[in-house]
Each structure stands twice: as C-alpha cells, then as structure tokens.
C-alpha cells in the first residue's frame, strides 16, 4: 500500500454459502480521488461496500486500511465516527419522523457533535440548511413532513444529506442515482461536483454510467466479485471483457 | 344520482396556532395546550381527598393502579426504542427484593431502601439484559419473558431471601395518610420527564433507532449504548414500583416476579394506546379499577375481562388516547365526491 492512499484494500474476499461475492479484490485509493464502481448486478458491488463499513465481516486474511488504520473488525458506528460515511441502496429512512428530524440524528453524533456542538434546536437549523443543500424545498412543507410519507426522488437525497450531515472524508454512495428521474439527477449532479471539489474522497457505486463518468476520474470493474478492469472510464470501457461482463455484447463471438 | 360523501379530517384552526411559540399569543390558545394538561395533574392530585367518597379500599385500588401505570409508562419507553418486553415482572421484582432485603437483613429505613432499590435495581436489570440487547423483535421478547421466571425458580430452589415464604414484617411507609402522595408524585415525574425526554434529540435518536437501526449505526451512533441507557431509564419506574409496594405490603416474596407484572403494563400500553406515553398511564389508570370492579364476578371475571380486551383491540386498534386526542385536535366533515376522482 501506497504511503499517501486514503483508502487501502488489500485481499478481501466475502462468500455467502459457496458463493465468492467479493474475491480477493484489493486497491487503493488517494485522497480526493472519486472511483466509480461498476458491474452487472450480484457482482458484488454492495458487498464491498459493506465489507468496507462495517456491516458485513470479511473472511480471514483480508484487511482495509483508512489513514493507515485496519478497520476490519470495527463497528459501522465506530467506522462512520472515522470519517467513512455510505448511503443505502434500499433508502433506510426513519419513517416516522419528519424529514429533517432524520438529520438531526447524523447531527447527534458524537463525531458531529465534538465539532459543531449544539443545543436542542440549533440541530433542527443545521438540518434544513442540509436539506436545502440537496434540494428540498427549504420555505415548502416538505422538510417537515413524515419521511415515510415523501417521494422516493427525496428520500435518496435524504439519505445523501443524512451522509453530508457527518461531514465525512470518505463518501461512499451506492446507487443514488437508482429510482431518481433525470431532472433529480441532473439537480444533484453539481452537487456532488463540489463534494469531490472540496476534497472529499467519493466511491460511488452506480448503474447510470453517464452521469457517473461525469464524476468520477476512475472506475473498477467487478464481475462475480473479482476486479476485470481498473482504470480512466473511457479506457476502461474500450476493454473487451468489460464490455462482455457488463454490458453483455459479444465482441469477438469466435473469441 | 345521488351525491356521495366522504369524510375529511382537519386540524382544528387553535391546533394549528398552538403547535408553537404563537401558543403564548391568547388565553384561549394556552388553555387549549395547558387544560389536559391541568386535568391529568388537578384529577391525580384530587383522588387522596376523595378517601370519604370512595372508601380505603377503592384508595388502595388507585394505589396500585398507579403502580401499574409507572410500569406501563416504562414498558411504553421501551417499546418506542422498538426493546418489546414480556418480562416487566423482572423490574419490578429485583426492586421489590432489593428494597424488602436490605430493611430485613441490615434494617435501612424505606427512605433509604426506595431511592436505592430504585437505582441499583435499575443497575442490575441493565446488567442482565445488556448482553441480549443485540437481539431484535421476537426474540429479545422471548428472552425477557425466561428471565423473571429464572428469577423465581432460583429463589425456590436455593431458598435465599426468604425462599417460597418470602420476607416479612418489613418496615411501612413513613407518614401512612400521604403514601397515595408518594406514588402519584412518582407518576407524575415519570409521565413529564418520559414526554420531554423522548422529545429532545436523545429521545428521537432513540425513535429512530426502533425505525431503523442500521441507518442509527451509519449515522455513527453505537446504538447498544443508546439501548442499554434507555433499559436503565425505563428500569428507573418499575423497579420504584416494586420497592414501593413492598413496603407498602410490608411483605416481599416470589409473586413479585409473577407475570400479572409483565401482563398488566402491557395491556394497559395496549389499550392505552402506544407511544405517547399518555395513553400507558389512562390504560392502567382504567385497567386495574375495571379488574377490581369486576371481581363480582367470581371466575367469570377472567372471561369478561378478555372480552372486554378483544373488543376494545379489536374497536380501537390505535388506542383510546390517540383516539381521544384525534377528537381533541381534529374535526370531521363530510364533503362530496366529485364525479371520475
């Protein structure tokens, strides 16, 4: 691993049952860097993602390393207070609270907390600043409304927010993009622009190649939880096996 | 054809005035906020005087129902962190036995006995079910329920505290005519402190942990500190209850740990409605005079009783106090359906 990586995976390896869904996989990351992770579905995607925070432990010998610290072993809460935040695939809302009331819990945080302080109201503030910055209507009845209750377009960037709200190092997005329309998408995009421009390092973990080539300067390939393909996006989807894998075009049928 | 109707559900326009700060705009907006609020407290403190009215032993009925309630206030605050417990009895009985051993074997006066009954009992409980608080649902339900039980079963077999004869000829309260005092005050602190608790942003970390804990521990929180915090604030009431009683019966023994305990918080929570905390205490405080007052009966008592259950989980699924504020903050009226919507 590299002196200056942020973010080192060295052999990590995952299996439910007999199946490998992430095998032996390793990279590194730098700081600032924003690396797209791509691949058909069930290769693994969501997997890494969670072997990364915490959620699901890996099998023997595999390691990650944040700022040079193992973190495998660690709990998703003891991760995300590193700096590691991720948002859910399948949005994980507190269905019952208002929307801004979600964020006033990333808020209560101890790593938050240590930082920005705070007394009982002043979070509530903080929250719908958050809101507005991901596109909620900060002067309409939306940020107070029940989560369970708001269009799914909201409720990932709520979840986005809710990531903001712990002011992370590392970001780590799995398909925010999914179920939002192409107005939503297009709304957010600057966004994550001046994220990744303010120095946050981004792993997104993305379908819509498009809108993700626009982010990221790096994209790794995974087919049945082995990395194919690590590279510049544009390169990367020149490769034969990538386009094979992932977008299922046979380029040389004789091959 | 005639038009059809359906029926709208508004906010009454002083609900909506008196949600905030603009409460403090008129009289009539506060009195909308303060006079269930004044009810509760005025009505609570009333019942003591009432003792030529309603007799000592209907006295002794609101005694314990207001036992009940503080155990059903407990139960209402660990199920909104999502911790369902069949086993409340293990609160009230490590209370009940803290507080009747140390009067018996080292003679503390009940002043001492409650407040340290209270906590180190409260210490206790969260000792015990700390290392379960990883389970969810069904199974940490199941694993309360085992652990009273466990309880009594050691108690029998070892014979210790007393063994199936229990304590007796523990000291009684101080200052008899006031105890009804003691335990309304008990209630009353319990009721407020639960609701501004589970209003600051503790409680809705707690709320939301009972949501959704996953996003709780992406959020960076360690939910099973938060977990075992809030066993012991819910511990706090019931194991209160238990050495209050106690004293109070001047006896401790194995009924202690018994599942009316367990039973009778949760369906007082049950029929009260879940969740704000008002609806645990108007079940108890209905619950336990209903039970007595049925006592008539004879054996049919339990078969009314359960009637009486189903028909009120059954009518008002949500509760009667979310049913009576509903009343209380929203009006109905019937508008028409329009044609093709």
């Known amino acids: ?255 | 054809m005639a038009a059809t109707y359906r029926k709208e559900r508004l906010d009454r326009g002083i609900k909506a005035r008196s949600d905030d700060i603009f409460a403090l705009a008129s009289y009539r907006d506060l009195a909308y906020l303060l006079l269930p609020r004044l009810l509760l407290i005025g009505g609570l403190l009333l019942v003591p005087l009432l003792e030529g009215v309603l007799g000592l032993y209907w006295l002794n009925v609101i005694l314990i129902a207001c036992t009940i309630a503080l155990l059903a206030l407990s139960w209402d605050l660990l199920a909104s962190v999502g911790l369902i417990s069949l086993g409340h009895s293990l609160f009230f009985g490590v209370g009940s036995y803290i507080a009747g051993a140390l009067n018996y074997s080292l003679g503390w006066s009940p002043l001492l006995t409650l407040p340290v009954a209270m906590v180190a009992g409260a210490l206790i409980c969260t000792l015990l079910i700390y290392p379960i608080l990883r389970l969810r649902g069904i199974y940490f339900a199941l694993i309360t329920l085992a652990l009273p039980l466990l309880f009594m079963r050691v108690i029998e077999a070892t014979k210790i505290l007393g063994g199936t004869e229990g304590l007796s000829s523990l000291s009684p309260l101080p200052g008899q005519p006031l105890v009804l005092y003691i335990v309304l005050a008990a209630v009353l602190v319990c009721f407020f402190g639960y609701r501004r608790l589970i209003d600051s942003d503790y409680g809705l970390v707690l709320r939301a942990i009972n949501d959704n804990d996953r996003s709780v521990m992406a959020s960076g929180i360690n939910i099973y500190h938060y977990k075992a915090q809030a066993v012991f604030i819910a511990a706090l009431p019931a194991t209160f209850a238990g050495a209050f009683l106690t004293h109070h019966y001047r006896i401790v023994g194995m009924p202690a740990f018994s599942l009316e305990y367990s039973i009778l918080p949760l369906t007082s929570v049950i029929v009260g409605g879940q969740g704000s905390f008002a609806g645990a205490l108007l079940g108890a405080l209905l619950l336990v005079p209903v039970s007595e007052s049925l006592r008539a009966f004879g054996t049919l008592r339990v078969v009314l009783y359960s009637v009486m259950l189903v028909i009120f989980t059954v009518g008002l699924p949500e509760g009667i106090f979310p049913y009576i504020r509903r009343k209380y903050h929203q009006f109905e009226r019937p508008v028409p359906v329009e044609e093709g919507s």
């Open chain 1, 1 to 255: 691993m590299s002196a200056s990586s942020i973010l080192t995976v060295s052999n990590l390896t995952k299996r439910f049952g007999g199946v490998y869904a992430v095998s032996d996989l390793s990279f590194d990351l730098n700081p600032g860097e924003a690396l797209g992770i791509i691949g058909p579905n069930g290769s693994g995607k969501t997997t890494l993602v969670n072997l990364i925070t915490g959620f699901v432990k890996p099998e023997r010998g595999g390691r990650v390393f944040f700022r040079d610290r193992n973190i495998i072993g660690l709990m998703p809460y003891d991760i995300a207070n590193l700096g590691i935040a991720r948002s859910f695939q399948m949005v994980r809302p507190f269905t019952h609270l208002p929307a801004y009331k979600n964020l006033v819990v990333s808020l209560f945080s101890p790593k938050v907390r240590k930082f920005k302080g705070g007394k009982y109201g002043d979070r509530d503030e903080m929250a719908i600043d958050l809101l507005e910055e991901v596109g909620f209507e900060r002067d309409s009845f939306v940020p107070y409304k029940a989560a369970g209750s708001l269009p799914h377009g909201y409720l990932k960037r709520l979840e986005l927010a809710r990531c903001l709200a712990l002011e992370p190092d590392l970001l780590i997005l799995d398909e925010l993009f999914s179920g939002m329309s192409m107005s939503e998408i297009a709304s957010i995009l600057p966004l994550l622009e001046k994220i990744q421009a303010e120095g946050t390092t981004l792993i997104m973990v993305e379908h819509r190649l498009r809108e993700l080539f626009r982010i990221v300067d790096r994209v790794i390939v995974l087919n049945f939880g082995a990395k194919i393909a690590d590279g510049a996006p544009d390169e990367v989807m020149e490769q034969d096996e990538v386009k094979r894998a992932y977008m299922g075009i046979e380029v040389e049928p004789d091959a």
